[in-house]
Nanobody, 115 residues
Framework: QVHLVESGGGLVQAGGSLRLSCAAP????????LSWYRQAPGKQRELVAT???????NYKDSVKGRFTISRDNAKATVFLQMNSLKPEDTAVYYC?????????WGQGTQVTVSS
């Protein structure tokens, strides 16, 4: 059973920064594709950023230049550095790991940005 452990959410003022982490112990991490999603109240879950096994990244347009996804394969951890946060970034953030055509999700961490 793969268990993803997220941390790093919280309350921050607009313009501030947060760093989310998602650890995946016990999995062959280096070949996995990793993503961060978010879901705001009353809205559908949306893809925020993805990093593949080669380190290639993709971002949702509204977070480009503000968010950075990275991975540490030795620690089996993926990060999301979020800078210049805006109230519209408020959501529950989820990490997702895809390996061998199987998806695993974290439990979610709340990010709240006050204006």
């Amino acid at each position: 059973q793969v268990h993803l452990v997220e941390s790093g959410g919280g309350l921050v003022q607009a313009g501030g920064s947060l760093r989310l982490s998602c650890a995946a112990p016990g999995i062959i991490f280096g070949i996995a594709t990793l993503s961060w999603y978010r879901q705001a109240p009353g809205k559908q879950r949306e893809l925020v950023a993805t990093i593949n096994s080669g380190g290639g990244t993709n971002y949702k347009d509204s977070v480009k230049g503000r968010f950075t996804i990275s991975r540490d394969n030795a620690k089996a951890t993926v990060f999301l550095q979020m800078n210049s946060l805006k109230p519209e970034d408020t959501a529950v953030y989820y990490c997702k790991l895809v390996q061998a055509y199987t998806s695993y999700w974290g439990q979610g961490t709340q990010v709240t940005v006050s204006s």
